[in-house]
T-cell receptor, first 113, second 114 residues
């Protein structure tokens, strides 16, 4: 079955420290991978995507993600976290032949001052 | 502002009411989507429209009825809902879904069924 897993419900990190939010996906064809962020009472905002090419993708607000085909992972990273990064983060995949995105359950990132 | 606008932002309705959610996109996209976001659950895809034609319906109960009169507007008509239908309903749009571009989301309608 086509699925996306975000194994951590919540990630806590101190401001200024690096952060990682994990995402793995089930293997089916050539998936296209996305990260979105959701702030309270808002819709989802696009951060970055991997379609093809360089495995390290850079996106908005200093975020980046690394595509690892052998581990079927697409972890979101940032070298230095900000308190304002605190939000809900969703990994999403578009599988070949599907029109819409399949989303993970989300990971809440809490950055402490 | 993502270019996708949803109204109303909040809606409280009784189980016997009929109401509609509206979504409008100003991005020139060809595809529009309805998603349901419930607490502690993955986003659930409800409907996909491509060039105003419904191309995907993910086993959604008939008490939810979508309508796409043109490529810029999408509605979700609601009738005889249940309390478990309370959730955040998100609309999104993208270019032709066969092209792997990202989707842009509206701010959502917070629906409470009483």
């Amino acid at each position: 079955a086509q699925s996306v897993a975000q194994p951590e419900d919540q990630v806590n990190v101190a401001e200024g420290n690096p952060l990682t939010v994990k995402c793995t996906y089930s293997v089916s064809g050539n998936p296209y991978l996305f990260w979105y962020v959701q702030y309270p009472n808002r819709g989802l905002q696009f951060l970055l995507k991997y379609i093809t090419g360089d495995n390290l993708v850079k996106g908005s607000y200093g975020f980046e993600a690394e595509f690892n085909k052998s581990q079927t992972s697409f972890h979101l990273k940032k070298p230095s976290a900000l308190v304002s990064d605190s939000a809900l983060y969703f990994c999403a995949v578009r599988y070949t032949g599907r029109r819409a995105l399949t989303f993970g359950s989300g990971t809440r990132l809490q950055v402490q001052p | 502002e993502t270019g996708v606008t949803q109204t109303p932002r909040h809606l409280v309705m009784g189980m016997t009411n009929k109401k509609s959610l509206k979504c409008e996109q100003h991005l020139g996209h060809n595809a529009m989507y309805w998603y349901k976001q419930s607490a502690k659950k993955p986003l659930e895809l409800m409907f996909v429209y491509s060039l105003e034609e419904r191309v995907e319906n993910n086993s959604v109960p008939s008490r939810f009825s979508p309508e796409c009169p043109n490529s810029s507007h999408l509605f979700l008509h609601l009738h005889t809902l249940q309390p478990e239908d309370s959730a955040l309903y998100l609309c999104a749009s993208s270019q032709d879904p066969r092209v792997n571009t990202e989707a842009f989301f509206g701010q959502g309608t917070r629906l409470t069924v009483v």
